[in-house]
């Protein structure tokens, strides 16, 4: 990991100092060492604390589009595919962007870990050790195998070591073997659906981190759900307005969304959003049989119309 | 807070015969934002209109529901009642109280409920109505025609004689068109070319034609009053301002006697550098460059010559060597013509039924069974045989001549379920001139049924029976097949229910039917129209609007709207012509002022708008560093795509909000 670091922090400088780039985004170390943070470099000092490693949960792509200089970004499989997402949309210019690919074994999933070693508000140091995450709370190393804690996403994920990049930094890497955990049933229909986010939704409090965390909502402060004159969804704090909110949003990103998670690790009161997406991304991939940032000239499923959809009468 | 007044009409009884318009009338007065309700017997006669009038005024209304009949019936009407009372005309909301309650509930109760429904959700609409305002276009007052067989030729000169400049594209190397390649004409049986050259003529001697042969449109772009076209000029390879069309080069040609004519259906054959037939305008001919030996052989500027050798000369160039002109030109490229337009006619015509597709007929591999066109050019005195009808197969004069109708018509199985109209006509015509050509031939005719509604049809079909003994048999040809040196037909007669069986079969022709250009979706996309299943280009309205298409300034006659014989094809030629002449009679254009708008403070310039709007009437513009999506209101047709797709809701369609439509909405659930 630490060679890998360094070669990462090497790229960076080099990017600055030779005015390839005004602005370096990538990750850094949190307020604890299971919580990485993004960081922005202007100058070679702060890209001294570029890192990368299992806790780089941020989808950095988000920041892209409010970005207009020139900017090279670390990117791991999902916030590359994000990158193609927004470039087929035409949203950000390829021509200011420079992507530095990381491969990626997997992320931890918060939520997983805390169940597996108790509170890591207090942990000191945490990193991957082979197999394993160790984490230290309290002066005490805690070990648990990273096919754990790894997102479930993770699991079944075939694009370790195939990033949409100008460069690779690192090597190749073996991807975390292990099961997803799904809480859903296999034979969940509708009603079950009802009864799980009308209990999940409870909780919302409508805070909106998933959408600021989501690099496909760039809508920003004129999201439809802010509408004041039209008002789709009213300002009550309850599951059914919460429904709509989160309904109408993961409408908006059907086709463009790459199921990062990024929004499920944002959200503070652990809504698990991503099966919200999952849910309208096999909808999207069966109907349209379209693969989110695949291809960077084909703009989303929704937006476009092909004549072969009208005559498989979809 | 808004004032609305709402007008409910009886429509006579066809409203009141269901509807409690009474209690409508006063449940609306309860509705918040109402200040007036009553009700009239007609809204839209002279006395009804004064009422709402004077309601207006003296009630200060500043909005208006009535709840009548459809909009698309009296919108425009009422529009012009509330601005004659001083509101601005789209302050006016319909609830279609007619075709979408009286006519279609059964129920008087529940009709009056869904009433009362619908003028909530109306007058919910209209309190969050804006004032608009309809924007103005200048108009180019030029026509572009493409096709130039009888009916784009007919609307070239009809809207070039109201002073109007035409620009007629056609694709072939001649205009035209099918006409040019039929014999005879039904009913009168007029020679097909007499009638038409001198048209061809006036076309090439119009002051305001403007005459592009040989060439493709590539490109349409704008909106009605400024359509921007662009126009594949492909090379022709002869200079049309020197050639004097003398000819001299085709007979020249080594390879005249090598390929098929499409002109005669492939039954003659052409030079690499040919004009179609003998009337053909512009009479200057074209260097094919799929055959021509000189534009095939390498040329020697690009060719590597090793040292010591001598570069290599281009094949051939006699066409060239033999003009005394130096019209030929084998350095020509395609040029691309940009120009603008106010209209577009359509007159891109049709294509046959691809006969091969009836196994049962001999898929085409039979040299004795021909198509109804193949015929047109046998029969015709400048065709392949000099107008001897003989056998393809020996030249010999066929002594029983049979026609089978409908091949490609009115068969499902087949794919073309509708009628083609002509065939009827023209092998009655057929049978006619097989008979004055061949007394002593026996003629049948299979059909299915003979349609003939027309001036003069039915008494040509009784003639062709009668007077020129052509046998019409009904009945379907279920076989065609050679044995033994002949050809023996399989049928049945359905009307005396017995099989038929012919041996010693001469000549079979087949009536095949009318299908649309085989790139007529392909055309209507460039142009941004609509074609029907089978690729025929769809009207507005078949029957009132029949030759307006869905993008205003766009129209469209002749056969490629759907078949249809020359009568037809001139008169809807004509009516095209007449309704560019309303376009053009006016200097600026009202533009719809309910078109779409998009917020660019909302916009987060993802492009869905752009990407999804039909008419290309968006584009992404930049302020200030911050991109946003902007109509152009002139191009917008006002279908409502854009809003639809735009997350953040900045694309609105005025007249139509999202606002409008969610109080609506409210309106019907809350009140």
């Known amino acids: ?314 | 807070m808004a004032r609305v007044g709402v007008f409910i009409c009886h429509c006579g009884a066809n409203i009141a015969g269901k509807v409690d318009v009474e209690a409508v009338s006063e449940a609306a007065i309860n509705i918040p934002g109402v200040v007036y309700s009553s009700h009239q017997k007609y809204s839209c006669s002279e006395a009804g209109q004064k009422v709402i009038i004077d309601a207006i005024k003296e009630n200060r209304l500043d909005r208006v529901v009535i709840g009548s009949c459809s909009p698309k019936m009296h919108e425009n009407t009422f529009r012009k009642t509330v601005q004659q009372a001083g509101l601005n005309s789209y302050m006016l909301e319909i609830a279609n109280l007619r075709e979408h309650v009286s006519w279609v509930t059964a129920d008087k109760d529940e009709a009056t409920k869904k009433a009362m429904d619908l003028v909530k959700a109306a007058v919910g609409k209209v309190s969050f109505a804006k004032p608009l305002t309809p924007g103005q276009v200048p108009v180019e007052k030029r026509a572009l025609v493409i096709g130039g067989g009888i009916a784009g030729i007919q609307a070239a000169l009809d809207i070039a004689d109201m002073g109007y400049e035409v620009v007629m594209v056609e694709r072939e190397p001649s205009i035209g068109g099918r006409m040019a390649q039929l014999d005879k004409t039904f009913p009168t049986l007029d020679c097909s070319a007499c009638i038409l050259s001198p048209r061809m003529v006036d076309v090439a001697q119009h002051p305001n034609i403007r005459l592009l042969t040989y060439s493709e449109v590539e490109n349409v772009n704008g909106y009605v009053g400024n359509f921007n076209v662009i126009i594949r000029k492909k090379a022709r390879f002869v200079d049309e301002r020197i050639c004097t069309g003398c000819l001299e080069c085709m007979g020249k040609c080594p390879l005249k006697k090598k390929i098929p004519n499409e002109f005669e259906n492939g039954r003659a054959p052409r030079g690499a550098i040919y004009v179609p037939f003998a009337q053909a305008v512009p009479k200057v001919p074209v260097i094919d460059k799929e055959y021509c030996r000189y534009l095939l052989s390498p040329d020697p500027d690009k060719v590597e010559v090793k040292e010591g050798e001598k570069k290599p000369k281009r094949k051939c160039g006699v066409c060239a060597k033999v003009c005394t002109q130096g019209a030929v030109d084998f350095n020509q490229q395609d040029e691309l013509i940009s120009e603008k337009f106010g209209a577009i006619v359509l007159a891109t015509g049709f294509n046959l039924f691809d006969h091969s597709k009836y196994g049962e007929y001999g898929a085409g591999k039979i040299p004795d069974v021909i198509t109804a066109l193949d015929f047109e050019r046998i029969v015709n005195s400048s065709g392949p045989t000099e107008g001897k009808i003989v056998r393809p197969s020996n030249g010999e004069k066929p002594k029983r001549v049979v026609f089978i109708q409908c091949v490609g018509s009115r068969d499902e199985a087949k794919g073309v379920p509708y009628c083609s109209r002509i065939c009827c006509m023209y092998t009655a015509k057929q049978a006619i001139l097989v008979r004055e050509k061949l007394p002593d031939a026996e003629i049948y005719v299979f059909y299915m049924d003979i349609r003939a509604a027309g001036k003069g049809y039915e008494e040509f079909v009784l003639r062709a029976q009668r007077e020129y003994g052509a046998n019409y048999v009904r009945g379907r040809v279920s076989r065609i097949y050679e044995s033994n040196g002949h050809m023996v037909l399989k049928a049945a007669d359905t009307l005396v229910g017995m099989p038929v069986e012919m041996d010693d079969v001469d000549l079979v022709v087949l009536a095949t039917g009318s299908i649309a250009r085989e790139d007529s979706v392909e055309l209507a996309n460039t142009i941004g129209i609509t074609t029907d299943n089978h690729g025929f280009i769809s009207e507005v309205h078949p029957k009132l609007r029949p030759v307006e298409v869905p993008r205003e300034g766009v129209f469209a006659c002749g056969a490629c709207l759907s078949p249809r014989d020359i009568p037809d094809a001139v008169a809807t030629a004509g009516a095209v012509a007449a309704k560019v002449g309303v376009l053009f009679s006016n200097d600026i254009l009202m533009s719809d002022p309910m078109v779409a708008e998009i917020d660019p403070l909302k916009c987060a310039a993802c492009g869905a708008c752009v990407s999804v709007c039909p008419y290309s009437a968006i584009t992404m513009e930049e302020f200030r560093g911050k991109k946003f999506a902007k109509v152009n209101e002139a191009m917008c047709q006002g279908c409502g795509t854009c809003s639809a797709a735009c997350r953040p809701g900045a694309a609105q369609l005025k007249g139509q909000t999202d606002e409008q439509i969610l109080r609506s909405i409210e309106a019907v659930l809350q009140w």
Request: net charge negative.
């Open chain 1, 1 to 314: 990991m630490d060679k890998l670091e360094l070669q990462l922090r090497a790229k960076a400088i080099e990017l600055l100092e030779e005015g390839e780039v005004s602005i370096i985004i990538g990750w850094g170390p949190g307020w604890n060492s299971t919580k990485a943070t993004p960081v922005f470099a202007r100058d070679g000092e702060t890209a001294e604390k570029l890192i990368f490693n299992p806790f780089c949960f941020n989808n950095l792509s988000v920041y892209l589009p409010r970005i207009s200089e020139k900017t090279a970004i670390i990117a791991k499989p999902c916030d590359a595919g994000s990158i193609v997402a927004l470039l087929a949309e035409g949203k950000i210019s390829r021509d200011n962007l420079y992507i530095i690919g990381v491969a990626c074994q997997g992320i931890v999933d918060p939520v997983k870990l805390e169940a597996a070693v108790g509170s890591i508000d207090d942990a000191t140091a945490a990193c991957l050790e082979g197999d394993n995450i160790v984490v230290e709370i309290d002066g005490e190393a805690k070990q648990v195998s990273f096919a754990e804690v790894a997102l479930d996403r993770c699991m079944s994920c075939n694009q370790q070591n195939n990033v949409f990049s100008d460069v690779m930094v690192g090597e190749p890497v073996q991807p975390v073997v292990g099961e997803a955990r799904s809480v859903v049933p296999e034979d969940a229909g509708a009603a079950w659906w009802r009864g799980f986010w009308s209990k999940e939704f409870d909780r919302c409090i409508r805070c909106y981190a998933c959408r600021e965390a989501c690099p496909a909502c760039y809508c920003r402060d004129n999201c439809a759900v802010q509408a004041l004159r039209e008002r789709w969804t009213g300002p009550r704090l309850d599951a059914q307005e919460a429904l709509m909110f989160h309904a109408q949003r993961a409408m908006h990103v059907a086709g463009r969304c790459i199921e990062c998670g990024a929004c499920e690790r944002a959200c503070p009161v652990g809504i698990p959003l991503t099966l919200l997406h999952e849910q309208v991304g096999k909808a999207v991939k069966k109907l349209f049989n379209f693969n989110v940032g695949e291809k960077v000239d084909e703009r989303p499923p929704l937006e476009t119309f092909r004549k072969e959809e009208l005559e498989s009468g979809h």
